[in-house]
């Protein structure tokens, strides 16, 4: 699964990031937020227009904006889906 | 500055740097540029435990020492020794927010790897602890191998210790941190996020607690697909009924002085040249703008409120997909909100959007966003003609109108958005992609810093740039004197000039005093009601009453027809670029090319738009 297709309230684990879809810049940012393989996300909300952006918590503290365009380069294992809980 | 040493603040992004900036030095700040760039200087002075003066900077918020934007670039420069107009700084206090060390702690690694003379400030205890957080401090301390010491710079809590830290860095009584050399490739990135995490949960104790979720329940309102837009909108209209509503009682109150001053001088001056010049020049130029500080600080309140509790971010969360329909992303809703203020700090803003096309489409659009010197033309012609009723329970026809401009201006910044992004600057296109930081309470005394801030560059502006326009106004406008028979104004030098100008403006309802109020519009746009002010006192002397004492309100209703004044406000939705802006256009795009064409499209937007509104209006019979 990719991050833009998890669904809200759901957690997983960063399993991998393709940093050459990024570019070097969009790259570059990601990975100073704290994107990083192993790193466990959960997705909290939507944007009204489209679903996008959507407010991603990474790690257990910071809550970060993405749109999805960016978030389809970020790979999961998926830990727990929220429908199912 | 002289020699002293120097202290660099440094720190993440809302990590509350600028809060404990302002605790460590109070109001007493210098706030300027790096030379040859736009990013903003900020300095003060500090007293060491033993009195001795230091200065401090604060450096702008960054991720890592790997710029993503030039702020973060000076940042780095500035730590590395690098920066021209800086010198490396002695030592570096760095202010890490408690609640996320996971995410911080890199940076803050990074910047005790320089092996500079380090301290740490641990900010927002109080939040880490409300959100069941406890850091422990002398672990942390041993693992960074600097000091650390507890700070809440909101509430003020942490400043002895600080004092404490850095004199003993400063006398040299620790050990500086070993210097590690850096590469700044990915994959030192990733050692270090990966140290940094180890760390953070080797010092960090978590308890569960609901409390934390605060954040989140707000989020979850404030964010919702359908309540979010809708609070949002609230928001923006709740600021614009503010700054009308809020503002008449010391409006009212300045304009009493700025009469009592006039009649002042009229009882201490005699008739002639010198009582002219301060009355008619002076008195009503500066004073007709000075009134609406309140106008402009209510906006600024609003505008620092809603920076220093978070929501900004939020609302450029909801934007964003609009903004990316423009070709902009949620990034550019923050200069541009700021350009509500005032387009100069705006355009200085969009330093933050990477993407260059992306950045130079929203410093282009960046003047349609009405700014609060527009405030005082609206102000003055909507309170003339517009009838102050209510159309609904709280709502005034008159904040309606008000609020019908600014979205008059959003409309046309969208659209010319979307024009730029489809000719001239089309392609790449950056994502949006930030942190949301944590709702919470701002400080009034940062809030009040900030407010203050505004409030002296703005009186500086009347004071300089103002006062010299209105008094040359003053100047073109009595001179030479007329002979008999004939108008002061006719006879004046610049109401020869604004006959030209009227030739151009009378297809779309405009006078020659309006023509006259358009040249000097042009050092700064609420020089045009100080311009209508002059040019109306003169013309009053001359038709041989006491100059005018009834408003200027007044004095508009009975020579404006009410197309003329729509016309008007329509022109000033899009059109006069005050000289500071232009200026800072043309220092943010390196060149006249950029600024050239913004003055070109914009003026002909807004004779199109004046136009448009004075024949329609004129057709509607109104």
Redesign the interface.
């Known amino acids: 699964m990719r991050l833009d297709q998890l669904p809200l309230r759901s957690r997983a684990t960063v399993s991998a990031i393709d940093w050459a879809h990024l570019g070097e810049a969009d790259a570059r940012r990601l990975r100073n937020l704290g994107f990083d393989e192993g790193v466990e996300v959960q997705a909290l909300h939507h944007g009204p227009v489209g679903r996008d952006p959507m407010a991603v918590r990474l790690g257990n503290r910071m809550t970060v904006a993405i749109r999805r365009a960016h978030a389809r380069a970020v790979s999961l294992a998926v830990e727990e889906v929220a429908s199912a809980a | 500055m002289s020699g002293l040493p120097l202290v660099a603040v440094v720190g993440n992004p809302n990590a509350g740097k600028s809060a404990l900036f302002n605790m460590l030095t109070g109001a007493r700040q210098r706030v300027g540029n790096y030379p040859g760039v736009t990013v903003e200087r900020k300095a003060g002075r500090f007293a060491l435990a033993d009195g001795r003066p230091v200065e401090l900077v604060d450096l702008p918020g960054a991720?890592?020492l790997?710029p993503?934007s030039p702020d973060e670039a000076v940042t780095r420069d500035v730590v590395q020794g690098t920066q021209t107009g800086e010198r490396r700084p002695d030592a570096l206090l760095i202010v890490l927010d408690a609640?996320?060390?996971?995410?911080h702690l890199?940076f803050a690694l990074q910047l005790i790897d320089l092996g500079l003379p380090t301290a740490v400030a641990l900010n927002m205890v109080d939040l880490a602890e409300r959100d069941g957080l406890t850091v422990d401090r002398a672990k942390l301390e041993a693992e960074l191998g600097v000091p650390v010491v507890e700070t809440v710079a909101v509430r003020r809590r942490g400043l002895d210790p600080v004092r404490e830290a850095l004199t003993d860095l400063l006398d040299g009584a620790r050990p500086r941190p070993a210097k590690r050399e850096a590469t700044a490739t990915?994959d030192d990135?990733?050692q270090l996020?990966?140290r940094a995490?180890a760390i953070a949960r080797a010092a960090v104790a978590?308890e569960g607690s609901t409390a934390r979720r605060l954040?989140?329940v707000l989020?979850?309102v404030l964010?919702h697909?359908?309540a979010?837009?809708l609070i949002l909108i609230a928001v923006m209209f709740t600021m614009f009924q503010g700054v009308f509503a809020w503002s008449e009682a010391p409006v009212g109150w300045l304009e009493g002085l700025v009469g009592f001053a006039q009649d002042a001088v009229r009882g201490a001056v005699g008739e002639g040249f010198l009582r002219s010049l301060l009355v008619d020049g002076v008195l009503a130029g500066v004073g007709s703008v000075v009134v609406f500080l309140p106008q402009i600080l209510i906006l600024f309140l609003f505008i620092l409120l809603l920076e220093g509790s978070g929501y900004m971010?939020r609302a450029?969360?909801?934007m964003?997909?609009?903004m990316?329909r423009a070709g902009l992303s949620?990034r550019a809703f923050i200069p541009l909100l700021s350009s509500f203020a005032c387009a100069v700090p705006g355009i200085m803003a969009t330093r933050t959007i990477?993407?260059p096309r992306d950045r130079l489409t929203t410093i282009l659009v960046a003047p349609l966003m009405t700014c609060s010197a527009r405030l005082p033309v609206y102000a003055v012609v909507i309170g003339a003609f517009i009838p102050a009723r209510e159309v609904g329970p709280g709502v005034g026809l008159q904040g309606l109108v008000l609020f019908g401009l600014y979205v008059a201006g959003v409309v046309g910044a969208f659209l010319a958005a979307v024009a730029l992004r489809g000719t001239l600057l089309r392609g790449g296109s950056?994502?949006?992609?930030?942190?949301?930081p944590k709702y919470q309470l701002p400080h009034w005394r940062d809030v009040a810093l900030g407010l203050w801030q505004r409030a002296a560059i703005f009186l500086k502006r009347a004071g300089t740039i103002i006062l010299v326009s209105t008094v040359v106004l003053w100047a073109l406008l009595s001179f030479p004197q007329p002979k008999p028979g004939e108008s002061a104004l006719d006879a004046s030098i610049a109401g020869k000039a604004a006959k030209g100008i009227e030739v151009l403006v009378r297809p779309i309802g405009f006078n020659r005093e309006i023509a006259l109020a358009l040249i000097p519009a042009m050092a700064a746009r609420e020089v045009a009601v100080a311009a209508l002010a002059t040019a109306y006192s003169i013309q009053d002397s001359a038709d041989g009453a006491e100059p005018s004492e009834e408003s200027m309100i007044d004095n508009l209703r009975g020579r404006w027809s009410l197309p003329t004044a729509l016309a008007f406000l329509m022109w000033f939705v899009f059109a006069p670029q005050c000289i500071s802006t232009v200026a800072v256009a043309r220092r943010e795009t390196n060149g006249w090319k950029w600024p050239a064409f913004m003055l070109g499209y914009l003026f002909g937007l807004a004779y199109l738009m004046a136009g448009l509104t004075y024949w329609g209006a004129t057709a509607l019979g109104l």
């Open positions: 991720y890592s790997d993503s609640t996320n060390l996971d995410n890199r990915g990135l990733v996020q990966r995490r978590e954040s989140h989020d979850r964010l697909p359908l979010g837009p971010v450029a969360f909801i964003d997909k609009l990316a949620g990477e993407e950056q994502g949006f992609m930030m942190e949301m």
